[in-house]
């Protein structure tokens, strides 16, 4: 059961990427006020994507 359980994964729904719209994946339950109280987010893929369009030029 708990081999099951490791593979679910919960996202905010309400906390989306600023780049691509992507849901927030919570990892541990203390994400969720944190993540709540940040007025944006950017996920890792668009983390990259910024900084290397920002080198590219």
Not at 24 to 35: F, G, L, T, W
Not at 37 to 55: F, P, V
Request: glycine share 2%; hydrophobic share 35%.
């Amino acid at each position: 059961m708990f081999e099951t359980i490791a593979q679910c994964y919960a996202y905010l729904d309400d906390v989306v990427c600023e780049y691509c719209g992507y849901s927030y994946q919570i990892e541990v339950p203390a994400d969720i006020p944190y993540m709540h109280a940040k007025d944006s987010w950017l996920c890792e893929h668009a983390l990259w994507r910024t900084n290397k369009e920002k080198n590219e030029h």
